[in-house]
């Protein structure tokens, strides 16, 4: 992986992506942003599909080679700027857990919580791959109750997705309101980086409203 070669990070303002480029904020490295309105339904143009067949922000390309899901993007954006400290390398006692609560945001929590945001029957206990939804809660708030970052003391790029998914889940009432997910969201989001990217889309959003306006009937 070449550092020197700048990552394209393919965007909509508040969406899931806004996560990435909070992660983009906290290394504080460049990258070539391509805005897609979904409005617009740009994310399903052919030009799009080409390029990520899911039609799904954010997506990152790099050295030719795309990578989508939020974890694995902020796994990869982490390894490529090591200098950051924003990821426990290869090695250090806090990777195992680094990775398993990355992976645990994708392939638990985030299933969990549409489930019951959309008041869908879960499989059964057993063959769900979350177990259920207040287990994926109760085993998260306590890894959080530890505090005050994810993996304790060390802040890392694990928390730029764990803050504004928790904070994304209290807005949308998918989640308990607990204390520890409201500290812990408030924690993370008032972090300059992470204000800065919102501040960012909220520009961005403002343009491509505008740019819809002006659009001939
Ligand atoms: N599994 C993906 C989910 C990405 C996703 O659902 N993105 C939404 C924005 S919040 C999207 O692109 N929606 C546009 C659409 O499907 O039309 C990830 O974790 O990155």
Request: some cysteine; proline content about 8%; hydrophobic content about 45%.
């Amino acid at each position: 992986m070449n550092p020197q070669t700048i990552v394209t990070f393919f965007h909509a303002p508040f969406s899931r992506s806004v996560v990435t480029r909070a992660a983009f904020e906290e290394l504080g490295v460049p990258y070539d942003l391509v805005a897609l309105d979904l409005a617009q339904e740009e994310q399903r143009s052919a030009e799009y599909l080409a390029i990520n067949p899911m039609g799904k922000v954010p997506a990152i390309r790099h050295a030719g080679v795309l990578i989508t899901e939020q974890p694995a993007i902020l796994m990869y954006l982490a390894d490529l700027y090591p200098e950051r400290k924003l990821a426990p390398p290869i090695g250090d006692p806090l990777r195992g857990a680094y990775l398993r609560w990355m992976v645990f945001y994708g392939s638990c929590f985030e299933p969990a919580m549409m489930d019951h945001s959309f008041n869908r029957t879960p499989a059964p206990q057993k063959q769900c791959g979350y177990g259920d939804y207040d287990s994926v809660m109760n085993v998260i708030a306590a890894q959080l109750a530890k505090g005050p970052w994810l993996l304790g003391e060390r802040f890392t790029i694990a928390d730029v997705l764990w803050g504004g998914a928790i904070n994304f889940g209290l807005m949308q009432k998918s989640l308990p309101g607990w204390p520890v997910f409201r500290d812990y969201a408030e924690r993370v989001q008032s972090r300059p980086a992470v204000q800065r990217a919102i501040a960012l889309d909220q520009a961005l959003a403002e343009d491509q409203k505008l740019q819809r306006e002006t659009l001939p009937a």
